[in-house]
């Protein structure tokens, strides 16, 4: 008997894969933090994405700072990573309070599907 609801199973997926029932998985993309920079700067996203900020330095630590929302990450050591997600449509920079003078700094252009 199991092997006759297979197809029953397997069309009742589809259908509602095909009428949008099942939601997509949000996205996450990565942002390296390296040399004293964000790479990339700048980053154009749909709303919903994540975004993961990773350390890869050999030494130093930096952080991911919204000074618009007052949103920060804390320090990242080598290794170590953080991730906001955006829900709303906008234009979102942000910079590496240890290293303002190097002019570390990233914008997140967050965009309606």
């Known amino acids: 008997m199991i092997a006759r609801r297979r197809p029953v199973l ?4 589809l ?3 095909l ?4 939601q997509a998985q949000e996205e996450t993309v990565e942002v390296e933090m390296r040399d004293y920079g964000y790479h990339p700067a700048e980053l154009a996203v749909t709303v919903g994405t994540t975004v993961r900020w990773v350390s890869v330095e050999k030494r130093t630590s930096h952080d ?3 000074p618009e929302d007052g949103v920060a990450s804390g320090r990242l050591f080598p ?3 953080w991730e906001r997600t955006f829900d709303a449509a906008g234009t979102f920079e942000y910079h590496c309070q240890p290293h303002a003078s190097r002019d570390m700094r990233g914008v997140i252009h967050v965009v309606a599907e």
């Open 19 to 22: 009428g949008g029932a099942v």
């Open 10 to 13: 397997a069309t009742a997926l």
């Open 79 to 81: 290794g170590e990573s």
């Open 15 to 17: 259908a509602a894969l």
């Open 64 to 66: 991911v700072y919204f």
